[in-house]
């Protein structure tokens, strides 16, 4: 690790106590003795106008100064009103799109060297910046034909602060793992590897317009969401044009006020738009804050900014499946059953103890609304359960996790009594029906047996058997070709007929 690296951890340090957001005077009575003191007089040194302010101000100016991947962070916390209160959610919340733009000028530049043409030739105007987040910016544009588009071109530069950041991120994670005991559960270094990759993936705004269009396409199959389509022509490793989105963003507080609008529809749909694609298609949209939502009444959604996309293979999805409609259907011992299975929680443990410890938690969610339940304190008992039972972070679900908690924090603020399990339930019982019935395995095992047919077939024509060197006489490659599918063709039916029993 670089000697860079260090001193930008370091430095993010110092930027965190200089506006007193490392260890913040508001939780100073809760914290021992020497930590207390230790916090005091580092809040000495650093303090000044930096430390003014609310809780959710200063660590918004931290996170701002800090950079895209701190802005990141800030972004999903933001959308927590219900575990950190409304003001600390709104003090973060102009990191979603409201940081100062690079001149116009520059954005033109970058366009016509990225796109390899004179601007004029594409746009017929190109205006400036209408919002600005960490990474790039977004301009109103109008098309030569006549559409108006939003043209997306990353910050100069860019690449080099997030490279620095991510640097500094896993050192970040190597010294938690080694000097943080409790930490090492929650797998800090591959948590780091997933977050650096899809920034990685982020600065290239090619491949935010494949995501685009794919889950335009996925979200066309299902309604309960929209994506303006992409302008193709438009398109470089550093610009990406899409059609305009319609509708108010819903960071804007006027979202929320628009005549006729249906908040619990709205609230369904963002919620059955995230899991119909995590679920159906195993692509999700990975970045669903407000700032990235647009909204039409009486409850329309279209979603922007598709730099980071979330992939569940079937396995994935299936164990995310089962453990929904096992806490829908309140059978807790599916859900700890689908944990183990899925290598979760290790086999070692004991099903019934496990399924007791999420009866404790979710038991006392059922038949309230949101506002009756405390989200902080149900994560908590999570954790702690989580813990007792050495249940791990999976690398892999890093982006769905984050996701989810996302969605269900904008979904709680356009519906504060929004119920997230009512909103689910369509989607899973339908993901449930046609893939867990006993049909539907049956077709899947049939579909994996096939393929190993097409294997051992390939196999047996260029291989002898494994007991050529005991027999002196064998039948003739094609006739132990056919033989082997045979044997396998009987196998799978056996099996198919077995699990339609």
């Known amino acids: 690790m670089s000697t860079a690296a260090y001193f930008r951890l370091i430095g993010a340090g110092w930027v965190l106590a200089r506006h007193d957001a490392l260890a913040p005077r508001e939780i100073a009575p809760l914290l021992p003795p020497s930590t207390r003191f230790a916090a005091g007089l580092v809040r000495l040194l650093a303090g000044g106008a930096a430390s003014r302010g609310r809780p959710g101000e200063r660590l918004a100016r931290a996170f701002e100064q800090l ?9 999903v916390l933001s959308t927590r009103a219900d575990i950190f209160g409304a003001a600390f959610a709104a003090d973060l919340g102009h990191l979603k799109d409201a940081l100062p733009p690079f001149p116009l000028e520059v954005a033109k530049a970058e366009v016509e060297r990225s796109l390899e043409r004179p601007l004029a030739s594409l746009y017929a105007s190109f205006e400036p910046a209408i919002a600005a987040a960490s990474i790039a910016q977004a301009h109103p544009a109008t098309l030569i034909d006549g559409r108006k588009v939003a043209v997306k071109v990353l910050r100069p530069g860019v690449e080099q602060k997030v490279a620095r950041d991510i640097a500094a991120m896993a050192l970040g994670a190597r010294l938690a793992e080694r000097f943080i005991p409790p930490a090492r559960r929650l797998q800090p270094g591959p948590f780091a590897a997933t977050v650096a990759r899809s920034l990685e993936l982020e600065l290239d705004l090619r491949m935010e317009a494949a995501a685009a269009s794919e889950l335009g396409e996925v979200a066309a199959a299902d309604g309960y969401m929209a994506v303006p389509k992409v302008v193709w022509d438009g398109v470089g ?3 990406l044009t899409l059609e305009w989105a319609q509708g108010t963003p819903l960071s804007s507080p006027a979202a929320l006020e628009l005549d006729g609008l249906d908040r619990k529809t709205l609230a369904d749909n963002l919620i059955r738009a995230f899991l119909a694609q995590a679920l159906d298609y195993g692509v999700f949209h990975a970045d669903l804050h407000e700032g990235n939502l647009f909204v039409t009444a009486p409850s329309a959604i279209t979603a922007v900014d598709f730099g ?31 944990h183990i299975e899925a290598g979760y929680v290790p086999a070692r ?29 149900l ?5 702690e359960i989580t813990a007792l039972f050495e249940m791990n972070l999976r690398p892999e679900l890093v982006l769905l996790q984050k996701t989810m908690a996302s969605v ?59 007991v050529a060197a005991v027999v002196t006489t064998r039948p003739e490659g094609g006739a132990w070709a056919w033989m082997t599918t045979a044997a396998a063709i009987l196998a799978i039916i056996l099996a198919a007929l077995t699990l339609l029993r």
């Open 308 to 338: 980071i996309v979330g992939r569940l293979d079937h396995d994935q999805r299936r164990f995310l499946a089962e453990i929904l409609w096992g806490f829908i259907r309140r059978d807790y011992r599916r859900v700890a059953e689908v």
């Open 379 to 383: 994560l908590g008992q999570l954790f």
């Open 67 to 75: 950079g895209p991947v701190a802005i990141k962070l800030g972004q």
């Open 408 to 466: 269900e924090g904008v979904a709680r603020r356009i519906d504060p009594d929004h119920d997230i399990w009512t909103a689910a339930q369509p989607v899973v019982e339908r993901w449930i029906a046609r893939e867990l019935s006993p049909p539907a395995q049956a077709k899947r095992l049939a579909e994996r047996g096939l393929k190993v047919l097409d294997g051992l077939a390939r196999w047996a024509e260029t291989s002898p058997p494994p």
């Open 349 to 377: 443990h004991s099903i019934d103890a496990f399924a007791q410890a999420l009866r404790a938690v979710g038991e006392p969610i059922f038949g309230r609304s949101a506002r009756e339940v405390s989200m902080g304190r």
């Open 237 to 239: 490793k550093r610009v």
